[in-house]
């Protein structure tokens, strides 16, 4: 059994755990008497002392799930327990923070975070202390009078952060809580966040924090959950060794934030969990065949020439905001670009290589060579197609020989999916033609010949 579940299943028995969830699904019944499932069956436990980060591509049930732990929404099946108590008979002590704000605009910055106070029955004078010495704490000291259109992005967020942590709650829920803010006023809100619990500033025990964001759930968190979809379901759940404070550029950093990436982006394949202590680990797949990402040349060249009119390097999530993408419509394009060496992916930036800038700067003809030539040299498996063609005397291979190939290391389902993108990409490339009616790979001059037989023929 991993480790993380070793621990879970030992904090359950012991009932260590502030919140535990056993078994919870989320599904809506349909009138055809199918239903919804939007998480499948989730065992998941909130323990003190520990930041908890839950990833999870769009669509797979991450606010649900916080919502869920949060007592905010009661699972379809399975129970949550706070302190061994279903939650709906205990006196759960959370607070959130969510990725709006969510600031009562009619009232001062002092009154938005008496708020939950006041609705707690706390006399005015507690209140009042108690707020003032929470602004101080998220450094906001002198704008208790101000409103919130007054503040910036980050200094509304700190009201929402203080409003959530008056009331002390046992453990912090976060909902996205930086994605709306610019990239330095998020980070410089992380490294507060981080302080703060550090010197246990914060009166709190546990914080669970749902991100779309890997950089910032290996920076801030103890420990990771990331979700796959359809259902929504725990693919991987462990803790993180790197000391604090942690360095982005450091290898243990970029290789955790490389893992994380391949299992959010590869939902058929477990990538191999690196060395968290530094020493470099071979993935064996990788001495294997590469998991083609699913992105036509055509997409390739379109985001190419999109990060050449950005100075040639964006922030991924950016470029996905600017292009109206889902992150995860816009990451097998960005994976297959850096497969062919035409950009490098560094801290979560999308930065074009020489070869990428040719490509995006080049015809049509001249992309198509540069293609050609990248993918010859990166891409294991159209290298075999094309020499298998050219050491037969016909110049044709049958299908099946590189499906049975790929079955060693894929399931059918992917296997036809990786062929499906190896001919579109040798299509493009003109490395070879596939022949569906008899479902044969042949080489470009050798369909054109047999079309010129049948011609002379006819």
């Known amino acids: 059994m991993p480790e993380a579940a070793v621990q879970n299943e030992t904090l359950a028995r012991t009932g260590e755990a502030i919140i535990r969830a056993q078994g919870i699904e989320k599904y809506y019944e349909q ?6 499932q939007v998480i499948s069956a989730t065992d998941l436990e909130i323990v003190p002392g520990e930041i908890l980060a839950l990833l999870g591509p769009s669509g797979s049930g991450k606010s649900t799930m916080l919502r869920m732990l949060s007592g905010l929404s009661r699972p379809s099946a399975g129970e949550v327990f706070w302190h061994g108590k279903p939650i709906d008979q205990a006196e759960i002590n959370v607070a959130i923070v969510f990725q709006s704000f969510a600031l009562f605009p009619w009232l001062t910055v002092l009154e938005n975070v008496e708020a939950p106070l006041q609705a707690r029955g706390i006399d005015p004078e507690e209140r009042r202390e108690r707020s003032l010495r929470m602004l101080d704490t998220v450094g906001l000291d002198g704008f208790q009078a101000a409103y919130p259109k007054e503040l910036s992005g980050g200094m509304r967020q700190r009201v929402g952060f203080a409003r959530a942590l008056v009331v002390e709650p046992e453990v912090l829920f976060m909902d996205e809580p930086f994605s709306a803010l610019d990239v330095l006023t998020a980070e410089n809100l992380r490294s507060e966040l981080l302080e703060l619990w550090a010197k246990k500033t914060m009166p709190t025990k546990a914080v669970f924090i749902v991100t779309h964001n890997i950089e910032e759930a290996v920076l801030l968190a103890d420990r990771i959950i990331v979700l796959g979809r359809n259902p929504g379901h725990i693919r991987t759940d462990f803790r993180v060794q790197i000391p604090q404070p942690r360095d982005k550029k450091s290898e243990p950093f970029t290789q955790l934030v490389d893992y994380i990436y391949k299992v959010l982006t590869r939902p058929d394949v477990m990538p191999q969990a690196p060395d968290q202590t530094g020493t470099k680990v071979r993935d064996q797949r990788q001495m294997h065949y590469q998991m083609l990402p699913h992105a036509r040349p055509g997409g390739i060249a379109g985001l190419l020439e999109l990060l050449l009119d950005k100075g040639g390097r964006d922030d991924v999530y950016r470029l996905a905001d600017d292009l109206a993408f889902e992150i995860d419509d816009l990451l097998p394009i960005v994976d297959a670009a850096q497969l062919l060496g035409f950009l490098k992916v560094e801290e979560g930036d999308a930065a074009i ?36 063609l050219e050491a037969k005397s016909d110049h044709t291979v049958p299908e099946e020989f590189f499906l049975d190939m790929l079955d060693e290391q894929f399931s059918e389902e992917e296997s036809l999916r990786q062929l499906e993108t190896a001919v579109n990409w040798g299509r493009y490339a003109e490395l070879f033609d596939f022949d569906a009616s008899r479902r044969r790979f042949v080489l470009p001059e050798t369909q054109e010949e047999e079309a010129g037989a049948g011609e002379e023929e006819a």
Do not use: C, M
């Not at 290589?353 to 003809?365: F, K, P, Q, R, V």
């Not at 293609?371 to 290298?383: G, I, K, T, W, Y």
């Open 353 to 388: 290589t020489e070869t990428g800038a040719e490509y995006g700067n080049s015809e049509i003809l001249r992309q198509k060579e540069l293609f050609r030539d990248a993918a010859v040299e990166h891409v294991l498996l159209l290298r075999q197609i094309r020499r298998a």
């Open 31 to 36: 009138p055809s008497q199918n239903r919804i």
